[in-house]
Nanobody
């Protein structure tokens, strides 16, 4: 059974940093594209960043240069380092992978506010 478990969210002031983690189980982690999505209240879920099994990355324009996605295949974990956070980054952040169907974690809340 595929499970994705996010952690690391919280409340942070504008300009601050957070690192999200997603621990995966039940999959051959190293063979999968992993992604981080977010959904703010009243908005559609959007792709924030993704990383291929080879380590190639892609970012939404709104986070490029501020967020970094990385993966540790030995520990089946994908990370999202978020720097220079802005209030508009406030959302529930979800870990995702696609193995025939979409798999999602339960989400972790990130709130950027003074």
């Amino acid at each position: 059974q595929v499970q994705l478990l996010e952690s690391g969210g919280g409340l942070v002031q504008p300009g601050g940093s957070l690192r999200l983690s997603c621990a995966a189980s039940g999959i051959i982690f190293s063979g999968n594209v992993m992604g981080w999505y977010r959904q703010a209240p009243g908005k559609q879920r959007e792709l924030v960043a993704s990383i291929t099994r080879a380590g190639n990355t892609a970012y939404a324009g709104s986070v490029k240069g501020r967020f970094t996605i990385s993966r540790d295949n030995a520990n089946n974990t994908v990370y999202l380092q978020m720097n220079s956070l802005k209030p508009e980054d406030t959302a529930v952040y979800y870990c995702h992978t696609l193995i025939g169907i979409d798999y999602w974690g339960q989400g972790t809340q990130v709130t950027v506010s003074s």
